[in-house]
């Protein structure tokens, strides 16, 4: 077994806790984005307490989690939830001394934040390279779990390069390491005594340690303190696409020989993608030099590029690759948006190869859906292929793409004839709109 003792020993003095006083309100925990309905919302928790809502209480001098010290002269990593809403930010070290911090900045989008003392000659961590880690070697965190100090757990990486939800700019490592509310903020470490990660948040239905826990990889979480530290801000790249996963039927159906990049099924208008040459269905392969496996890898590369920066990305389309140039252009501040639910009443049309009753809508359900010519809408699914598809009542089924082709729909009957064409089993993907959004779907016709 490894020896865990000598690296607490050494690093422990760098690795500090972290309170805050803050005007608490009333009301459940919850998380940034997901309401506490949300099916979520019981499995993914920050690890300090969130009090949105309700009356306002006096102010409460509460523990919420831990950091580390990165250079000698007060600068300390922690997560953004830890100092969320703070009116005074309070860093004890292991020596028992006492320092009302400064915060240099925070970034949401990575939960990452930047704390200053007034102090120095302080013990520092060593940062490590998180892209040497592999699934199974040893990581341990130091930190305050449930308000104990410098406690330290040991376990081993279980995954690299998650996604979670509503973080798309981080690819999480996953550890078995037991991390409890108070160890938000801490540092992860590999056996060398360096820091590999920031442990941020946990899997759990009960809030306590299940064998589930992710941490930011200290490179992300440096690249975001630096930005902090010399403008107050993370400036982030967009070129302005909506994507989708590609999977095994979505990669048969457009002629990739494996799942692989990241399906384009919007390009704003006006935006960089627009500029470049992007289009609908264009599967991202490599954006800027580096492969994109999976569709959130885009985001990371495309949101870690300088605005302004002009890049060359390989795309996918009709059966070959091209590449185009684009300039990448500043990611705003986030905005809210919200899916209008509609209830369609079609008339159904007969049923084709792929079990899916369509029809043509009309004047009104064409204004409501801005769809400005062409499509059918989805009456019913009748077929068990087409109901353990993702497609629903009410979608909106714009074009049909068979073998990396795609042909605009213009009616119901054009529809049915462009399906009554294909063959038994023949994989289809079609390109449905859904609310506000439209989204590639994977089916196949009926068998003999």
Do not use: C
Request: hydrophobic share 40%.
């Amino acid at each position: 077994m490894p020896d865990f003792a000598g690296l607490a020993e050494r690093q422990g003095a760098a690795v500090v806790n972290i309170s805050s006083t803050q005007a608490v309100r009333q009301g459940r925990a919850g998380m940034p984005g997901l309401e506490d309905d949300d099916p979520m919302f019981d499995f993914f928790r920050r690890f300090a307490p969130r009090h949105p809502g309700g009356p306002r209480m006096e102010p409460d001098n509460r523990s919420l989690g831990s950091g580390f010290i990165i250079s000698s002269d007060g600068y300390i990593l922690t997560n953004a939830h830890v100092v969320d809403a703070a009116d005074e930010i309070i860093v004890k070290l292991t020596d028992k001394r006492e320092f009302r911090a400064r915060l240099m900045g925070a970034d949401p989008r990575t939960d990452v934040a930047l704390l200053k003392i007034d102090a120095t000659g302080l013990p520092r961590l060593t940062l490590g390279d998180p892209g040497r880690l592999r699934v199974g070697d040893w990581v341990v965190a130091i930190g305050s779990p449930f308000g104990f100090d410098n406690s330290v757990t040991a376990g081993i990486v279980s995954a690299k390069g998650r996604s979670l939800p509503q973080e798309n700019f981080v690819p999480f490592i996953q550890t078995d390491v037991a991390i409890n509310p108070g160890n938000s903020g801490g540092p992860l470490f590999n056996l060398k005594g360096e820091v590999v990660g920031i442990n941020s948040q946990i899997y759990s239905r009960t809030g306590g340690f299940m064998g589930l826990s992710f941490a930011i990889p200290i490179d992300v979480a440096m690249d975001v303190q630096s930005q902090l530290r010399n403008q107050g801000r993370v400036q982030r790249g967009r070129i302005g696409v909506t994507i989708q996963e590609v999977s095994k039927e979505l990669a048969d159906g457009f002629g990739l020989v494996k799942p692989m990049g990241a399906l384009v099924n919007l390009v704003e208008k006006g935006s960089p993608a627009d500029k470049a040459g992007f289009e609908q269905g264009d599967i991202v392969l490599r954006f800027d030099g580096k492969p994109v496996n999976v569709s959130s890898d885009l985001p990371r590369l495309v949101g870690s590029t300088r605005p302004g920066s002009r890049v060359v990305a390989q795309l996918w389309r009709k059966g070959g690759v091209r590449e185009v140039s684009v300039q990448v252009a500043e990611l705003p501040e986030d905005k809210s948006r919200k899916m209008a639910s509609k209830t369609l009443r079609p008339e159904p049309a007969a049923p084709n190869k792929l079990g899916i009753l369509v029809s043509d809508p009309n004047a009104e359900q064409r204004r409501e859906r801005k769809m400005a010519s062409g499509g059918v809408l989805v009456e019913a699914l009748r077929s068990p292929a087409a109901r353990a598809s993702e497609i629903q009542s009410g979608d909106a089924i714009l074009a049909l793409v068979v073998k990396g082709v795609r042909t605009e729909v213009h009616s119901a009957d054009h529809f049915n004839r462009l399906v009554a064409s294909l063959e038994a089993s023949q994989p289809v993907t079609l390109l449905v709109l859904r609310g506000e959004f439209q989204t590639f779907v994977p089916v196949r016709t009926l068998e003999r």
